[in-house]
């Protein structure tokens, strides 16, 4: 039997609200069956990255993980956006300029990539409990707020 998961979700004003458990699967779909198989796949993707961060034991682990997910929430708005992406190019700044509206996001989680690498390169214990759930709140509202706004690709831009 799986485990229950959450990914953690609060109000992004108020950093000391209780959190409020949100399943995964259950955010809510913008036509979610009539997206391409191949976009579907990508959310649950980050989905289960999400559900890896939430059962992460470290800090340090859940912060990775949840860095993961919103990585690859950045890419998939890059990919969804821009056909003409060159890479390697910096995905944050690629997220800003294909997609304005996510301009503050992608700065958020440039400024929180300094710390991941460290963390990848063994620094472990300078990621806190609050900082790993704070980045797993901020990542879920990235991903809700991204998922929420998709819906099928126009005709003959089928992406699967």
Do not use: C
Not at 77 to 97: G, K, N, T
């Amino acid at each position: 039997m799986p485990l229950p998961a959450t990914v953690l979700v609060t109000d992004p004003t108020d950093r000391d609200l209780p959190v409020q458990p949100v399943l995964p699967g259950s955010f809510p779909r913008a036509d979610h069956d009539r997206l391409p198989v191949a976009l579907r796949a990508d959310l649950h993707r980050i989905e289960g990255t999400l559900l890896e961060a939430e059962l992460a034991g470290r800090p340090s682990d859940r912060y990775l993980a949840a860095h993961l997910a919103a990585l690859r929430t950045g890419a998939l708005i890059v990919r969804l956006r821009s056909a003409q992406v060159r890479f390697p190019s910096h995905l944050w700044s690629l997220v800003a300029a294909v997609a304005p509206e996510y301009a503050e996001w992608a700065a958020f989680f440039a400024a929180t990539e300094g710390k991941r690498e460290a963390v990848r390169s063994g620094a472990t214990s300078i990621v806190t409990e609050r900082e790993a759930a704070d980045l797993l709140r901020d990542a879920g509202l990235f991903y809700q707020h991204v998922h929420t706004r998709l819906g099928p690709e126009p005709a003959g831009r089928d992406r699967s």
